[in-house]
């Protein structure tokens, strides 16, 4: 059983900042790629950073510059930290993780349960 749970969202002014936290527990043997993605009210869930086992980073370029994603591989969480909000930042934040547990033979996408980012003009 592998449990995903974010933290951290909240209402903030333009210009602000916030940081996400993702943390994954249960019976995991190896995390690939962990990853942020959001999804604002009425549009499709989108790609906000990615981040692979090895370090390699990838971005959105709406947030390139301003959000910074990172992890602590020993604690298997994922970190989001966001800068010079805007208020097109507005949205739900879901930490996805791909990983092979003990549970299963092969990597699998668990999903997180969300937390909302209101940014405020």
């Known amino acids: 059983q592998v449990q995903v749970v974010e933290s951290g969202g909240g209402l903030v002014q333009a210009g602000g900042s916030l940081r996400l936290s993702c943390a994954a527990s249960?019976?995991?043997?190896?995390?690939?790629?962990m990853g942020w993605y959001r999804q604002a009210p009425g549009k499709q869930r989108e790609l906000v950073a990615t981040?692979?086992?090895?370090?390699?980073?990838n971005y959105a370029d709406s947030v390139k510059g301003r959000f910074t994603c990172s992890r602590d591989n020993a604690k298997n969480t994922l970190y989001l930290q966001m800068n010079s909000l805007k208020p097109e930042d507005t949205a739900v934040y879901y930490c996805k993780l791909n990983l092979i547990s003990s549970a299963v033979d092969h990597y699998a996408d668990y999903w997180g349960q969300g937390t909302q980012v209101t940014v405020s003009s």
């Open positions: 981040l692979t086992h090895g370090g390699r980073t």
């Open positions: 249960g019976s995991i043997l190896t995390i690939n790629v």
